[in-house]
């Protein structure tokens, strides 16, 4: 705590880093995402295929991908984000896919009796019941991504696995506990906000 309370700037200048690798990663991640989603909750095909491809994103080891994407993109925060969003993406489309198949058929119907439009129905009716389970999808590629942001210290991207990685090499203990303990709480601060938000959602949906 003591070499914390000395070096508090470092610790927030990393903290700001992650925060902005990880935030990034997760706009762009859903910006892909949703599109696809919302063909593959129209197409099992589509389905298919897009959770085939985001799927062997995910599997392929952290260290492995950071490293492929080298020539492609080099060191630095530009490879951390590409690296993020293709974790993110799997949870992101099947979330997505699978909130708007479950809007019940009945409430689609009377909708489309009322005379909506295919592009009014999406956005009026079925967005909104299927964003608690959206909500659902991006909590969890919000943990991921801080999660795995720690390890692309290693290709220089900054964010708080610096601190621990600097740590390790240095063998200071209280710079990796420091790194550690920010990058839980920030985990943990995330994934409290998104289960809150998430919680709202569906018992307005139920109201």
């Known amino acids: ?59 392929i080891p ?5 490293a492929l994407l080298i020539p492609l993109a080099g060191l630095g925060r530009t490879n951390a984000i590409i690296a993020m969003v293709a974790f993110a993406l799997v949870v992101l489309i099947r979330n997505i896919a699978t909130g708007l198949r479950e809007v019940p058929a009945d409430v689609v119907d009377a909708a489309r009796g009322m005379g909506m ?3 009014q129905l999406l956005w009026r009716i079925e967005m909104p019941l299927a964003l608690p389970v959206i909500v659902a999808g ?22 708080l696995g610096t601190l621990i990685f600097n740590g390790i090499a240095g063998d200071h203990a209280p710079k990796i506990w420091s790194g550690a303990l920010t ?25």
């Open 138 to 159: 991006a909590r969890i590629a919000a943990v991921t991504i801080i999660s795995v942001t720690v390890v692309a210290a290693y290709v220089n991207a900054g964010g």
């Open 1 to 59: 705590m003591t070499w914390l309370a000395r070096n508090w700037d470092q610790v927030a200048v990393a903290l700001g880093q992650h925060i902005v690798i990880a935030l990034t990663a997760l706009v762009i991640a859903l910006a892909i995402a949703l599109p696809i989603g919302i063909a593959a909750a129209r197409s099992a095909r589509v389905y298919t295929v897009a959770i085939a491809v985001a799927g062997f994103l995910y599997t």
């Open 62 to 66: 952290t260290l492995a991908l950071l």
């Open 183 to 207: 990058a839980c709480a920030l985990a943990v601060a995330v994934d409290g906000a998104f289960a809150f938000a998430e919680r709202r959602l569906r018992a307005r949906s139920v109201g």
């Open 117 to 119: 439009s295919a592009r």
